[in-house]
């Protein structure tokens, strides 16, 4: 549910009119705004903000870990909208137990390498994803090592 005082922003009121559903929270904090979308919504969310207000541009996609909480991980989104010089942020809550979430790469090609670097760093897993696989760390290596549990000292067999 959209909060009262994001309904005064114009972008926030027409997502939650596209899909009431969708918008969970959100705030707009130091020029900043943020919308947390369920993560289900997330691609039907991207492609309304894209073709029907503009925000063509994906300029990145990360994620942070909130261990021990649950839902453990978010994982952000920053779109930007080059025709009014406006961004976003939209987050998605996700399971530490069975990371994963869709893909947006069907809405902007540019997620591509951004989601093969959170599931190679973080092991959270895009759904439809056209080449899920490691980018930074070698096939071989094991474990996700941004995660807050990941062992920073001794052996990693």
Request: hydrophobic share 40%; with cysteine; proline share 6%.
């Amino acid at each position: 549910m959209l909060p009262d005082h994001l309904r005064e922003r114009a972008v926030a009121a027409a997502v939650a009119d596209f899909d009431a559903d969708a918008v969970t929270t959100g705030k707009y904090d130091r020029n900043e705004f943020t919308l947390e979308i369920a993560p289900p919504k997330i691609v039907s969310i991207c492609g309304f903000l894209k073709y029907d207000q503009k925000f063509v541009r994906l300029s990145a996609v990360t994620a942070v870990d909130r261990y021990p909480m649950e839902p453990r991980f978010e994982v952000v989104y920053h779109v930007h909208s080059i025709e009014r010089n406006e961004r976003i942020r939209l987050k998605c809550r996700v399971s530490g137990v069975d990371p994963v979430i869709e893909s947006v790469t069907s809405v902007w090609r540019s997620a591509n390498w951004y989601e093969r670097e959170v599931f190679d760093l973080f092991g959270i897993r895009f759904l439809n994803h056209p080449d899920l696989r490691r980018i930074l760390m070698p096939d071989d290596w094991e474990g996700h090592p941004l995660r807050k549990d990941y062992p920073i000292t001794g052996s990693r067999v």
